[in-house]
Structures are given as structure tokens and as C-alpha cells.
């Protein structure tokens, strides 16, 4: 397992034990607004990519390397913002008490998986931009990455899960 793993599954583990410490209804509130970021960031991918390129070709130039770098930087950023503001303090969150190990364990990896598995998709497409990586990676890298969030789910799927989610939050 090479150090790219590595970074992704401890930020994996890391949200795992952030779910114990707080919770499944605090963490399920995490998992609505990640789902809801994803759907806003892939809907944008597949339908406005054209008019996002052309509003960040303003900054970075029209090449398609910046673009792209660019483009990543924001669905990073996007996403680093919606995870700080989601944990930060008292935000949206479902019923429920801490203390269901198997709960909390669950929903801290499930938020760990959305978040750094996106990330780490949207590093990957744009060649790992500030890392000298070289184009062979380890078979683990390589399974992982056809499981990671943007690539499985379809903003569809997304939009569908988070409505669900606000649902079932709201329903007594």
C-alpha cells in the first residue's frame, strides 16, 4: 500500500472515531449536507461543466490542464467547506443518543467514505495535482478507486439519498 492509501484510509478511520465521539444522529446530519455538496458538485460536472470551465478560464487561462486543476480545487474546496461547517458546532441532526457503537462507528466511516473518497477521486482525475506521482499504483489503489463516491453515484442517486435523508429526518 503505497502513502496515498495511506493518507485516504487514516482520514477514513479519523471519521470513524469522530462518529463514536459524537454520535449517529450528529453524523447522519454530516451525511445529509456531504450528499447534498456531492449532488451539487456532479450536477454541475455533467451539466455546466462548459460554463464553469468558461467562468474559471477568466482566472486560469483556457488550457485544459489548468481547467482542470482549477475545477478540482474548487470541488475540493467545496467540499473541505461543507465538512468544516458541518461539524462545526450544532448543525443539522437526527434523533437519537450516543452509545450504539455500531451506529456511530457506521456513520463516522460512511462520512469518512464520502469525504475522502471524494477527495480522492477528484485528486485522481486531475493527476494528483502538487504530488510527483507516477502512473503505477499499487492493485489496492486500483480497486479502491472504481468504488469511490462521484463514480458510483450519479447526481440522481445522490439527490435521491438526500432526500431521503431529509425525510427521514423531518418524519414523526
Request: aromatic share 16%; proline share 4%; hydrophobic share 50%.
Amino acid at each position: 500500500m503505497g502513502p496515498i492509501e495511506f493518507v485516504f484510509l487514516t482520514l477514513f478511520i479519523i471519521f470513524g472515531i469522530i462518529g463514536v465521539m459524537r454520535g449517529y444522529g450528529r453524523e447522519l446530519g454530516v451525511t445529509t449536507m456531504l450528499l447534498l455538496a456531492l449532488f451539487v458538485l456532479e450536477f454541475i460536472d455533467e451539466g455546466y461543466q462548459a460554463q464553469l470551465n468558461r467562468v474559471l478560464g477568466i482566472f486560469v487561462g483556457s488550457a485544459p490542464t489548468a481547467l482542470t486543476l482549477a475545477r478540482t480545487f474548487v470541488y475540493c474546496t467545496v467540499l473541505i467547506v461543507v465538512t468544516y461547517i458541518s461539524y462545526e458546532g450544532e448543525t443539522l441532526s437526527f434523533p437519537g443518543k450516543r452509545g450504539r457503537l455500531f451506529f456511530d462507528l457506521g456513520s463516522g466511516l460512511l462520512n469518512g467514505y464520502l469525504f475522502a473518497g471524494s477527495l480522492w477521486y477528484y485528486l485522481q482525475q486531475a493527476n494528483w495535482p502538487l504530488l510527483k506521482l507516477s502512473g503505477e499504483f499499487t492493485p489496492f489503489h486500483t480497486i479502491i478507486s472504481q468504488f469511490l463516491p462521484p463514480r458510483i453515484f450519479d447526481w440522481k442517486y445522490l439527490i435521491g439519498l438526500a432526500v431521503i435523508m431529509l425525510v427521514a429526518r423531518i418524519w414523526k
